[in-house]
């Protein structure tokens, strides 16, 4: 979950370009649904060879690449899996396609003027270091020692002539610290890390959707958890037209999280009477309960929110230092048999849920493991035009149980598949062979 705050000012300048591609260039992706904004910056050697540096969220990692009479090649990775980039450049302006297995989409992408901000490497990097320094959610920094990554980090900021080779830097100083929320990105506040949606579709496609799959099985599927008093509406929908089938699956594969509102309305309609979903943890939390990690902090003493609000949630957690969710109780439980689809790009709060419906045995899950990302985190502007998003909050089950870093299994395992839907097939024949609910 994300709160977005502040203002910012422009970036850290690039080297002057040596060839028709050198330098930062804005990139779009079309992936479905919606569209994926990059800021890339390319260096390219004599041989033709192509770094690429993703100076945003890196949804996209480019692992090669090559550019030759015009054309750029690329090869990396992204959460749908291997993907392949050809783009033709002419002047300041790039076209081409992205494809990943049997799915593809159009790239287009402007080169970006070389931008002088004034801002020195060190700064950024001395930004970032002290936010986190003051602000990171765990004060043991997951046991690594965080002067000591300054100490080591910091000359090879001052030894940054780009962008991109500063936020590798800095990036390989996250990675040290083992933790998910955890991004720089080039884009300012507003922009950061907000994906739009695709040529074509409309600015109002709804993140839930649901049908009937057959005479006894609904099928619900949650792409984001978005907050609106018109989410709440649709799932109160979805209820309302398949409440009464004797079986329901729920999707949330390829969910990344998002704000507690959808999430905390399905609790109750899973759960006939209140009951605790998990509970966050701050690194004020910690001192103020004079303890050193979340599991050491009495639940008794933990403030509790029930709301679907995440201004009024965070307003609480900042009050108080940790907070219990807690919902159902609230709306006619369906009382037909669940299952919940999960992968490995479920993420935040969607594992949140998954890990409240596993615990409680609400539903069967079925798929892979999630991702093991599941802090609440905040974004600020930084020095020299950049975004920084921090994890802010712990997690932990209503049973004290980690999910950041371990994700949450499903019950049934299911291999992944790129002909068909191995997980929804799976899914309908163990409901198929339940016996149906009295």
């Known amino acids: 979950m994300n709160r977005v705050i502040g203002t910012c000012c422009l970036a850290v300048c690039l080297t002057p370009s040596n060839t028709p591609l050198d330098g930062r260039w804005d990139v779009t992706f079309d992936i479905p649904s919606q569209q994926y904004r990059a800021i890339l910056e390319f260096a390219v050697s004599s041989d033709g060879t192509v770094t690429t540096t993703n100076l945003v969220y890196p949804l996209l990692t480019v692992t090669e690449g090559h550019f030759t009479d015009g054309t750029l090649s690329l090869k990396g990775t992204s959460p749908y899996g291997p993907v392949g980039i050809t783009t033709a450049i002419a002047g300041t302006a790039m076209t081409g396609k992205w494809q990943v297995a049997m799915i593809s989409g159009a790239v287009r992408g402007s080169r970006m003027p070389d931008i002088r901000s004034g801002v ?34 910091r000359p090879n900021s001052d030894a940054a002539r780009t962008d991109g080779q500063l936020v590798t830097v800095i990036r390989k100083m ?138 009024d949630f965070r307003r609480e957690l900042t009050r108080s230092g940790a907070v219990m969710l807690t919902t159902g109780g609230r709306a006619a439980a369906y009382r037909g048999r669940v299952v919940l689809l999960i992968d490995e790009r479920c993420g935040s709060t969607t594992e949140g849920f998954a890990s409240m419906v596993k615990e409680t045995h609400a539903a069967t899950l079925i798929g892979r493991r999630t991702a093991g990302a599941m802090l609440s985190s905040v974004e600020v502007p930084v020095v020299g035009g950049w975004t920084l998003r921090y994890p802010e909050a712990d997690f932990r089950t209503a049973s004290g149980q980690r999910v950041e870093g371990q994700g949450v299994e499903p019950d049934i395992v299911v291999q992944k598949s790129v002909i068909g839907d191995a997980d929804l097939a799976r899914a309908m024949t163990f409901l198929q062979k339940l016996p149906r609910p009295r």
């Not at 999430?263 to 009951?275: E, I, K, V």
């Open 120 to 153: 020195r490497p060190r700064a950024v990097f001395d930004a970032v270091w002290d936010t986190l320094n003051r602000q990171y959610y765990d004060p043991q920094f997951n046991g690594v020692d965080w002067r000591a990554m300054r100490a080591r980090y």
């Open 174 to 311: 996250f990675a040290d610290l083992h933790s998910s929320h955890l991004e720089l990105s080039a884009l300012p506040l507003d922009k950061a890390f907000v994906a739009t949606p695709a040529t074509g579709t409309s600015a109002t496609a709804a993140p839930i959707v649901w049908r009937n799959l057959s005479p006894a099985i609904g099928y619900l599927q949650i792409t984001q958890f978005e907050e609106s008093p018109e989410i709440l509406g649709l799932v109160d929908r979805v209820f309302t037209e398949l409440g009464d089938l004797p079986s329901l699956i729920i999707d949330v594969r390829g969910n990344p999280g998002g704000t507690l509102s959808a999430a905390m309305r399905l609790g109750d309609y899973l759960f006939p009477a209140t009951r605790p979903a998990g509970y966050f943890v701050t690194r004020a939390g910690l001192a103020r309960f004079k303890v050193q990690s979340a599991e050491q902090i009495p639940l008794d003493r933990l403030a509790v929110y029930s709301g679907y609000s995440v201004v």
